[in-house]
Nanobody, 123 residues
Framework: QVQLVESGGGLVQAGASLRLSCKAS?????????MGWFRQAQGKEREPVAG????????YVVDSVKGRFAISRDNAKNTVYLQMDSLKPEDTAVYYC???????????????WGQGTQVTVSS
């Protein structure tokens, strides 16, 4: 069964940076799909954060992280990244990745969510 494994989270102070990674256990499912990052803060619904098309030349980020977060991918490594700069306390959440329908439609399409990676930003 193909899995997506997120990593790279941690506890940081406001203004710091983190780089999250999401590695797919199979290149077969990874390289043909758009990928997205999502986050879920405690007590809130999971929300999209950023998306990237299969080739990596088109990206999308939500307004709340625009100018601070960037998504990229390395298909040779079956990995998608989320570079997070100028972190704010409101970015605190568990971050997940998934295949998505497209960067215009951030609907997650993977068959299950991984464990995610916790990002905690202190003020």
């Amino acid at each position: 069964q193909v899995q997506l494994v997120e990593s790279g989270g941690g506890l940081v102070q406001a203004g710091a940076s983190l780089r999250l990674s999401c590695k797919a256990s199979s290149g077969r499912i990874f390289s043909d799909h758009a990928m997205g990052w999502f986050r879920q803060a405690q007590g809130k619904e999971r929300e999209p954060v950023a998306g990237i098309n299969w080739s990596g030349d088109r990206t999308y980020v939500v307004d709340s992280v625009k100018g601070r977060f960037a998504i990229s991918r390395d298909n040779a490594k079956n990995t998608v990244y989320l570079q997070m700069d100028s972190l704010k306390p409101e970015d605190t959440a568990v971050y997940y990745c998934s295949t998505i329908l497209s960067i215009k439609n951030m609907k997650p399409t993977f068959n299950s969510w991984g464990q995610g990676t916790q990002v905690t930003v202190s003020s």
